[in-house]
């Protein structure tokens, strides 16, 4: 059964940088499209991101020109590289194996 494990989150200031990874094992990711969401308690689960097995991504609008989704179908990871980060972004960040798992998230937190 595949497992998914997050890391990369912690504090940070705005304006600075995160790179979130998200690391499969029991079974290969390759064929599967991925996605980053992201929540707080105010808020619905929201997508971040999604990259299919095909390479192509696409963003949420709030994180257009600042995050960048990506994978290594090898290391059976996929990354979240997060630039000027603001404290909006405060929230737990989820990876997604669509249809088939969740990780258990991370806490990024942009505060000075």
């Known amino acids: 059964q595949v497992q998914l494990v997050e890391s990369g989150g912690g504090l940070v200031q705005p304006g600075g940088s995160l790179r979130l990874s998200c690391e499969a094992s029991?079974?290969?990711?390759?064929?599967?499209?991925m996605a980053w969401y992201r929540q707080t308690p105010e808020k619905h689960r929201e997508l971040v991101a999604s990259?299919?097995?095909?390479?192509?991504?696409n963003y949420a609008d709030f994180v257009k020109g600042r995050f960048t989704i990506s994978r290594d179908n090898a290391k059976k990871t996929m990354y979240l590289q997060m630039n000027s980060l603001k404290p909006e972004d405060t929230a737990v960040y989820y990876c997604?194996?669509?249809?088939?798992?969740w990780g258990q998230g991370t806490q990024v937190t942009v505060s000075s």
């Open positions: 029991g079974m290969s990711i390759s064929i599967y499209d």
């Open positions: 990259i299919s097995s095909g390479g192509n991504t």
């Open positions: 997604y194996l669509m249809g088939m798992k």
